[in-house]
């Protein structure tokens, strides 16, 4: 029983120290990992340590979950039959004409198995680009696409459904633009060890988070491009019972996203939104539900089959939404007065006030803050009109987020965070 017991203990240190070595060699090899020299934008994923690290998570996983059709299997497959090779980090990166989506470069170890993997995993989406060469382009989605030969694989992450394989092909054959993210000068600080990092090359924003069992915590730093006042102060918000809530001092050169929301929904261009933004937007989706008048016409007929004109007037509970600007007479004027829901405008004291209730405060009180930008989100709170995929899963899963930012001096932010689910 004794050996026994000694042979069991030395298979496991065997097995132990082989596991470790395992791990230390593919550690040892991420800084020689493949991205664009023309990234501006990297964005890494340790994949090693946050299976070690999350191991107990991952053991009650239910794959289901995720709402991915054989889920398990196909994370088994993609590690052990893909003829992929899975680094110990990934590393995503985005570039000026491609600031929309993540692209990424993996070795093909086997390109038989390779092939084989998508040609049963996705049959219809699956077409060769070149035969002679084997280049091969998979169509796994609106927003994923996969192109491999037979010694690299390339794929892109975008928000973009309507992209093609021309930049990923490109991508692929020019591959004397490649360089390895350990070498590449200006991206020594996306070199991090946290679970989960993002930089820019230009260092305006880095970010980096870690992955527990319930929690992920957030920190980073943001560079801005115009500088902040110390005296800051916000809208009065009552921040109970909010589902969203979101207010920023931010000029729109540091919100690139919110610039195009904007353009898009008022007509502005670029110029004119830095002409009429005055830095200020705040915004609340709160708990609560209000009630609009939704009005149409119907027509019926008489006795005489003469038509009669009938408007129908139907109550509609509604989302309680508020978003406010600083007033400025143009920007009221091109805001719409609909988006989803109807939006009453009101002009109070420095505001434009816009909210789907048909009530508004006749004053507005201002108060001081430490954060120039603050963001606050409740999945749980989402409203069963809003639960379409993804939401329906994040309110499922009890997810929340909060960020937060304080100054560091007059133009660099401390980002500070965490996501509870």
């Given amino acids: 029983m004794k050996r026994i017991t000694i042979i069991i203990c030395s298979l496991l240190l065997i097995l132990i120290s082989l596991l470790w070595v395992t791990y230390t060699v593919r550690k040892n090899r991420i800084e020689k990992q493949y991205v664009s020299q023309s990234s501006t934008g990297i964005?890494?994923?340790?994949v090693d340590d946050l299976l070690l690290d999350n191991v107990s998570q991952l053991l009650s996983f239910d794959t289901r979950s995720t709402g991915i059709e054989g889920g398990e299997d196909l994370i088994k497959k993609?590690?052990?039959?893909?003829?992929?090779?899975?680094?110990?980090?990934?590393?995503?990166?985005?570039?000026?004409?491609?600031?929309?989506?993540?692209?990424?470069?993996?070795?093909?170890?086997?390109?038989?198995?390779?092939?084989?993997?998508?040609?049963?995993?996705?049959?219809?989406?699956?077409n060769f680009v070149d035969k002679k060469q084997g280049i091969v382009s998979v169509d796994i989605a609106k927003h994923i696409k996969v192109l491999f030969d037979h010694n690299h694989l390339v794929y892109s992450i975008g928000l973009d459904p309507?992209?093609?394989?021309?930049?990923?092909?490109?991508?692929?054959?020019?591959?004397?633009?490649?360089?390895?993210?350990?070498?590449?000068?200006?991206?020594?600080?996306?070199?991090?060890?946290?679970?989960?990092?993002?930089?820019?090359?230009?260092?305006?924003?880095?970010?980096?988070?870690?992955?527990?069992?319930?929690k992920t915590d957030i920190t980073g730093q943001w560079l801005l491009s115009e500088s902040i006042e110390q005296n800051l102060q916000v809208r009065k918000i009552d921040t109970a019972n909010q589902i969203v809530t979101l207010w920023s001092l931010l000029s729109l050169n540091d919100l690139p996203l919110l610039s195009q929301i904007m353009s898009k929904y008022t007509g502005f261009n670029q110029e004119q939104l830095k002409k009429n933004y005055a830095n200020y937007l705040d915004l609340e989706i709160k708990t609560d539900s209000v009630i609009q008048k939704d009005t149409s016409i119907a027509y019926a007929y008489d006795?005489?089959?003469?038509?009669?004109?009938?408007?129908?007037?139907?109550?509609?509970?509604?989302?309680?939404?508020?978003?406010?600007?600083?007033?400025?007479?143009?920007?009221?004027?091109?805001?719409?007065?609909?988006?989803?829901y109807q939006?009453?405008?009101?002009?109070?004291?420095?505001?434009?006030?816009?909210?789907?209730s048909e009530r508004s405060p006749d004053r507005i009180q201002n108060e001081r803050t430490q954060h120039p930008f603050y963001f606050f989100i409740d999945f749980n709170a989402w409203p069963e009109k809003w639960t379409i995929y993804p939401f329906s899963k994040l309110k499922q899963s009890?997810?929340?987020?909060?960020?937060?930012?304080?100054?560091?001096?007059?133009?660099?932010?401390?980002?500070?965070?965490?996501?509870?689910?």
């Fill in 343 to 356: 939006f009453h405008k009101a002009h109070i004291d420095s505001y434009l006030l816009n909210t789907t």
């Fill in 78 to 126: 993609i590690v052990w039959n893909s003829g992929i090779s899975i680094p110990a980090r990934l590393f995503l990166f985005s570039t000026d004409t491609q600031k929309n989506q993540f692209c990424g470069i993996l070795a093909v170890s086997n390109y038989d198995d390779c092939f084989s993997f998508f040609a049963n995993q996705y049959p219809k989406a699956i």
């Fill in 162 to 214: 309507n992209s093609n394989f021309n930049e990923l092909h490109a991508l692929l054959k020019n591959q004397d633009a490649w360089v390895q993210i350990g070498s590449f000068k200006g991206f020594e600080h996306a070199l991090t060890k946290k679970h989960i990092g993002y930089a820019l090359k230009d260092k305006s924003l880095m970010a980096e988070a870690t992955v527990t069992k319930h």
């Fill in 303 to 340: 006795d005489d089959f003469n038509t009669i004109e009938e408007i129908k007037v139907t109550e509609i509970a509604v989302p309680y939404i508020v978003h406010t600007w600083k007033y400025n007479e143009p920007l009221a004027a091109s805001l719409p007065g609909k988006m989803f």
């Fill in 43 to 46: 964005l890494s994923i340790a």
């Fill in 398 to 421: 009890k997810v929340s987020a909060t960020m937060t930012t304080t100054l560091m001096d007059k133009n660099k932010l401390a980002i500070k965070g965490e996501i509870t689910y």
